[in-house]
């Protein structure tokens, strides 16, 4: 049987989707700037990388606005777990190398950063259900995000807050409260996350309000309902 022949565009698809390389504790081909801002991290501290080696590294990775298959094996292999050397040499060059090992702390949350870059809030909070998905996916990577996401939520409820009073029926801080629940119930959303969101920033909003928010305005959002 004879096969039909593969359009170009998909063989130029399949040739340039990189493979990802192995955590082997050994990192080929970096380009000169990186390799540049690695080597001198390590001449200023041969131990761990401190919070300052790995900005500067983040930023010669970033330089271009583009992680380069070799970036990403470097900060896979410096963000891995397993404690082990690793050897870094420069494209076009073997003969020369760094030794360097896995990071920790802020170090290792700045370089994961590089590969998986903060969600911009101020932008997603104008994006509608879109942008409340995008935030309840932030919430969920971890418990330093879930407290920039709820912090960020409840400044935003606690605008509509200063503009409610019982003379116009709390309507701001109302109708706010009733545009996220119903982005977290839209169709493709995350209702349960959308709604921890929810309650926790306005829970966090009435305990620095000193309790001054009145519960029924926000307690039917708890996840599961009614305690």
Partial sequence: MRLAPIPCLIVAVLLAAPAHAAIDGKVAGLNEAAFAALSTAKQRNPGSLTERDAQEIGAAIMADHVVDDAERDLIEEMTQSQFRSITVTPAGDPARSVRTYPTAGNAKRLLQGVLNPPLDLDP????????????????????????????????????????????????????????????????????????????????????????????????????????
Avoid: H
Wanted: hydrophobic share 30%; net charge neutral; proline share 5%.
């Fill in 124 to 227: 997603a909070w104008t994006q509608g259900a879109g942008g409340w998905a995008d935030m309840c996916v932030e919430f969920r990577k971890g418990p330093e995000q879930e407290a920039r996401v709820v912090g960020f939520v409840q400044g935003k409820l606690a605008e509509q807050w200063a503009a409610s009073s019982m003379s116009n029926g709390y309507k701001p801080l109302r109708d706010l409260i009733g545009k996220l629940y119903g982005y977290s119930n839209s169709t493709g959303g995350d209702t349960n996350t959308g709604r921890t969101i929810l309650y926790r920033a306005m829970n966090q909003l009435d305990r620095s309000a000193s309790d001054g928010v009145p519960d029924f305005l926000y307690n039917w959002t708890r996840p599961g309902g009614y305690p």
